[in-house]
T-cell receptor
Framework: SQQGEEDPQALSIQEGENATMNCSYK?????LQWYRQNSGRGLVHLIL?????REKHSGRLRVTLDTSKKSSSLLITASRAADTASYFC?????????????FGKGITLSVRP | GAVVSQHPSWVICKSGTSVKIECRSL??????MFWYRQFPKQSLMLMAT?????????EQGVEKDKFLINHASLTLSTLTVTSAHPEDSSFYIC????????????FGPGTRLTVT
């Protein structure tokens, strides 16, 4: 069953603008991860945030996690046309050899040049 | 970085035939491999988890006799879709993980299966 639910389902912005995507989940997690998928391709790992972390940065990416609200957000600053892709959040309930990822439905981001 | 490949990248087969998809870890030893399927504009659904040398663990609702998984070596796992039907048409993605304490999964580029 799917754990994460992203919103919006689709987002269209102009190049240079910021893109904010949200993810909510239902059960306790050890960590939450964001992935990008270009059309018809595999997944690229973007960032991982642990349940004891509140915010993490990586280049133009900023991820926040609010475990009390069971939600996370992914902010892409100064977006580029190359950021056009689907973005998924995935949660892991435990950490370790038995860890599995549960993916949300994804958000389609279109960045207009 | 860790690279996972899949072969073929796309395949078309006739209904009733079987098709095998390979997943390889190219520069690391994959102690665990995962198989996902993804329908158009939908999320990835985990089908099964396989550990090298042991039987795969299938998720609820996934037919183990239809989706045969073999993880015979630390660099290769195969998914065989037996007696394929049009409803099996999907995008199949594998991921692999080594013993690194971070337990990060590395994803393959996916295989597009079309059953006619």
């Amino acid at each position: 069953s799917q754990q994460g639910e992203e919103d919006p389902q689709a987002l269209s912005i102009q190049e240079g603008e910021n893109a904010t995507m949200n993810c909510s989940y239902k059960t306790s997690i050890n960590n939450l991860q964001w992935y990008r998928q270009n059309s018809g391709r595999g997944l690229v790992h973007l960032i991982l945030i642990r349940s004891n972390e509140r915010e993490k940065h990586s280049g133009r990416l900023r991820v926040t996690l609010d475990t009390s609200k069971k939600s996370s957000s992914l902010l892409i600053t100064a977006s580029r046309a190359a950021d056009t892709a689907s973005y998924f959040c995935a949660t892991a309930a435990i950490f370790g050899a038995n860890s599995k990822l549960t993916f949300g439905k994804g958000i389609t981001l279109s960045v207009r040049p | 970085g860790a690279v996972v490949s899949q072969h073929p990248s796309w395949v078309i087969c006739k209904s009733g035939t079987s098709v095998k998809i390979e997943c390889r870890s190219l520069d690391f030893q994959a102690t665990t491999m995962f198989w996902y399927r993804q329908f158009p504009k939908q999320s990835l659904m985990l089908m099964a988890t396989s550990n090298e040398g042991s039987k795969a663990t299938y998720e609820q609702g996934v037919e183990k006799d239809k989706f045969l998984i073999n993880h015979a070596s630390l660099t290769l796992s195969t998914l065989t879709v037996t007696s394929a039907h049009p409803e099996d048409s999907s995008f199949y993605i594998c991921s692999a993980r080594d013993n690194d304490p971070r337990y990060e999964q590395y994803f393959g580029p996916g295989t597009r299966l079309t059953v006619t």
